[in-house]
Structure formats: structure tokens, C-alpha cells
Antibody, heavy 122, light 108 residues
Framework: EVQLVESGGGLVQPGGSLRLSCAAS????????MNWVRQAPGKGLEWVASIKPEGSDRFYVASVRGRFIVSRDNSKNSLILQMNSLRGEDTAIYYCARDQGKRFVPGWFDAWGQGTLVTVSS | DIQMTQSPSSLSASVGDRVTITCRASLNIRTYLNWYQQKPGKAPKLLIY???TLQSGVPSRFSGSGSGTDFTLTISSLQPEDFATYYCQESFSTPLYTFGQGTKLEIK
């Protein structure tokens, strides 16, 4: 069974940092693009970042570029989101999601974790 | 950047109704359009990908169509478990993505 389990969320002050993890199981993690998607309280879904299977290519939504870093450890089947210089508008549930796409082949997110809540507040 | 606009933003319907949700892209995205269902407190669930392909395990009352800039998600006969929020997502910009703002389907 495909499983994605996020962890690392919590309360952090504006300007602070937080590291989210997503543990993957039940599939060949190293073969898939992976993504982070967030959802602010009462709002819609926003794609945040994606990373190539080998980890060499990474892409970000404009609002987090330069502050967030997505990485992966294929030996541990783990996806990471390092979030720095956090702002109130980063408050959201953060989901990791498996992508069926390739670099130039459009994909879709067929597996999602349960999400982890990040709250940025003083 | 591609903009995705869903309509309506909310919709009231009854069990057994046929319901259609529309998603419009700001430019031609061919058939690179996916649909998700999200229930309160839960993660999104993939329903349809590439405009019209039903994800494995999804009931056949769900269908998708469209190409270019205009797409629809249709539920042929609403069931109680279908009341949720629905999102479209363009994948033309892979590996970047944009979601629509969502359509909340409520019980009338």
C-alpha cells in the first residue's frame, strides 16, 4: 500500500525556520517526482514545490522561492521541505504528494499524505 | 503564469441530481487537466487525470471532458458521499502546477 506520512509541523514565530519531512513507503520512491502542496485555513490548494527523482532539479512557486528548499533522501525514502524566513501567510497544512509526471510529461498527484499543520505566529 | 478559474464557487444540489463543474484555463492547456475531491479534514483525492481518464477505484458516475481552455467535471447522479470540495489542476506547466480556487458542493 502506498503511504505518505508528513511530520515536523508546529508553531513558529515570523522569521523563523521549520523542517518538514514526508516518509514514503509502498512504492519505489526514487522513481517519482514528488511535490509539496499547501492549504491555508479555509482556503484552496496551492502547489509549493516539486523535485526530480534524482533530486537535481527543483521548482518552486514564486512566493516561496529563495526561502524554501525542497530536497530528498532516496536511501531513506524521505522528502524534505526546509522553510526559512517564515511569514504569517505561510500558515497552512502542508501535504506531500506523489507525481505521475516526468520532466516534460504532464502529471497528476495520485497519492497524498495526511498533511502537517504549520502555524506562523508571534 | 496560467490562471485556473472554476465556476461556480459553490453549488447546492440534491442526492440523485446531475451536477457539472466548470474549469477554465487562461491559455490553451490541451488536455492537461486533473480533478480532485477533498472532504473536510482530509487530503485531496485524485478523481480524473488528463481531462477524461478516471482514476482507478473512482465510481463511474464521475466523468471529465474538455480540451484547450474549457473543461467540465460531471457527476451523473449525486450520492451522499459526493458532497465535498472539488479542485481542478493544470499540468501543462509540469513540473509547476496551478490549482483552481475550488467548488464547494453542498446538500440542498
Amino acid at each position: 500500500e502506498v503511504q505518505l506520512v508528513e511530520s515536523g509541523g508546529g508553531l513558529v514565530q515570523p522569521g523563523g525556520s521549520l523542517r518538514l519531512s514526508c516518509a514514503a513507503s509502498g512504492f519505489s520512491f526514487s522513481n517519482y517526482w514528488m511535490n509539496w502542496v499547501r492549504q491555508a485555513p479555509g482556503k484552496g490548494l496551492e502547489w509549493v514545490a516539486s523535485i526530480k527523482p534524482e533530486g537535481s532539479d527543483r521548482f518552486y512557486v514564486a512566493s516561496v522561492r529563495g526561502r524554501f528548499i525542497v530536497s530528498r533522501d532516496n536511501s531513506k525514502n524521505s522528502l524534505i521541505l526546509q522553510m526559512n524566513s517564515l511569514r504569517g501567510e505561510d500558515t497552512a497544512i502542508y501535504y506531500c504528494a506523489r507525481d505521475q509526471g516526468k520532466r516534460f510529461v504532464p502529471g497528476w498527484f495520485d497519492a497524498w499524505g495526511q498533511g502537517t499543520l504549520v502555524t506562523v505566529s508571534s | 503564469d496560467i490562471q485556473m478559474t472554476q465556476s461556480p464557487s459553490s453549488l447546492s444540489a440534491s442526492v440523485g441530481d446531475r451536477v457539472t463543474i466548470t474549469c477554465r484555463a487562461s491559455l490553451n492547456i490541451r488536455t492537461y487537466l486533473n480533478w480532485y475531491q477533498q472532504k473536510p479534514g482530509k487530503a485531496p483525492k485524485l478523481l480524473i487525470y488528463a481531462s477524461s481518464t478516471l482514476q482507478s477505484g473512482v465510481p463511474s458516475r464521475f466523468s471529465g471532458s474538455g480540451s484547450g481552455t474549457d473543461f467540465t467535471l460531471t457527476i451523473s447522479s449525486l450520492q451522499p458521499e459526493d458532497f465535498a470540495t472539488y479542485y481542478c489542476q493544470e499540468s501543462f506547466s509540469t513540473p509547476l502546477y496551478t490549482f483552481g480556487q475550488g467548488t464547494k458542493l453542498e446538500i440542498k
